[in-house]
T-cell receptor, first 115, second 109 residues
Framework: GAVVSQHPSRVICKSGTSVKIECRSLDFQATTMFWYRQFPKKSLMLMATSNEGSKATYEQGVEKDKFLINHASLTLSTLTVTSAHPEDSSFYIC???????????FGQGTRLTVV | QKEVEQNSGPLSVPEGAIASLNCTYS??????FFWYRQYSGKSPELIMS????GDKEDGRFTAQLNKASQYVSLLIRDSQPSDSATYLC?????????FGTGTSLTVIP
C-alpha cells in the first residue's frame, strides 16, 4: 500500500511557541491531503483539506490563522500550530489518497503536548 | 449531513469468539466503505474496504454491506487478544472521508 510519513511523532513545546508538523507521501503524489485531530478516546475530527498549490479548506470552527497549512508540493503538506496553548495538546494525523485510489492512508500521527 | 454512526462500546468478547461491529451511514451517495483499526496512541490502519452489496472476506475478517439499509458491518472470527483496539467505520463521499466515533473492542484471553 501507499506510504504516508508524518514527522515528528512527538513534540513538546512551550505555550506561545509555534510547532510545524510535516506530512509526506513517499511513493505517490497527492494533490489533496487531510489533517485530523483526535482527543483521547474520541474519533478523528477533520480539521482541514490541504490542496496543492492553493489555499486549504478549513472545517467549521477551525481557526485558519492558528492552524496554518502549506501544501507546496505534490508530496508534502505542513501544519503549523501557531501560538500554541495547552488546549491545543492533541494527536494530529494526516492522510492522503493516491490518484485513482479510494482508500485513505494515514501518517503515523504527531502527539503534541503544550506545557 | 453526512453522518456515520457506530456503537461506541466497549464491546468485550472471549478469545476465539466472533466479534461483530456495526455501522450505519446517512448519505445514500456513499460509494466506498472502509474499516480501520486503531490501537491506542497510533494512527488508523486499513483493515477492509467494500464497495458493493454483500460480503467480502479477508482472512478472519468479513465486511458486509447493505446499501438499501445503509448499513455496513465487520465480523472478526476467532478473535484474538491482539484484535483489541478501536475500530473506525469510514465512508468516502467524493474525495472526502467521514469517520464514525469508533467501537472499542476488547478480546478477553
Amino acid at each position: 500500500g501507499a506510504v504516508v510519513s508524518q514527522h515528528p511523532s512527538r513534540v513538546i513545546c512551550k505555550s506561545g511557541t509555534s510547532v510545524k508538523i510535516e506530512c509526506r507521501s513517499l511513493d505517490f503524489q497527492a494533490t489533496t491531503m487531510f489533517w485530523y485531530r483526535q482527543f483521547p478516546k474520541k474519533s478523528l475530527m477533520l480539521m482541514a483539506t490541504s490542496n496543492e498549490g492553493s489555499k486549504a479548506t478549513y472545517e467549521q470552527g477551525v481557526e485558519k490563522d492558528k492552524f496554518l497549512i502549506n501544501h507546496a508540493s505534490l508530496t508534502l503538506s505542513t501544519l503549523t500550530v501557531t501560538s500554541a496553548h495547552p488546549e491545543d495538546s492533541s494527536f494530529y494525523i494526516c492522510s492522503a489518497t493516491p490518484w485513482g485510489n479510494t482508500e485513505a492512508f494515514f501518517g503515523q500521527g504527531t502527539r503534541l503536548t503544550v506545557v | 449531513q453526512k453522518e456515520v454512526e457506530q456503537n461506541s462500546g466497549p464491546l468485550s468478547v472471549p478469545e476465539g469468539a466472533i466479534a461483530s461491529l456495526n455501522c450505519t451511514y446517512s448519505d445514500r451517495g456513499s460509494q466506498s466503505f472502509f474499516w480501520y483499526r486503531q490501537y491506542s496512541g497510533k494512527s488508523p490502519e486499513l483493515i477492509m474496504s467494500i464497495y458493493s452489496n454483500g460480503d467480502k472476506e479477508d482472512g478472519r475478517f468479513t465486511a458486509q454491506l447493505n446499501k438499501a439499509s445503509q448499513y455496513v458491518s465487520l465480523l472478526i472470527r476467532d478473535s484474538q487478544p491482539s484484535d483489541s483496539a478501536t475500530y473506525l467505520c469510514a465512508v468516502n463521499i467524493g474525495n472526502q472521508f467521514y469517520f464514525g466515533t469508533g467501537t472499542s473492542l476488547t478480546v478477553i484471553p
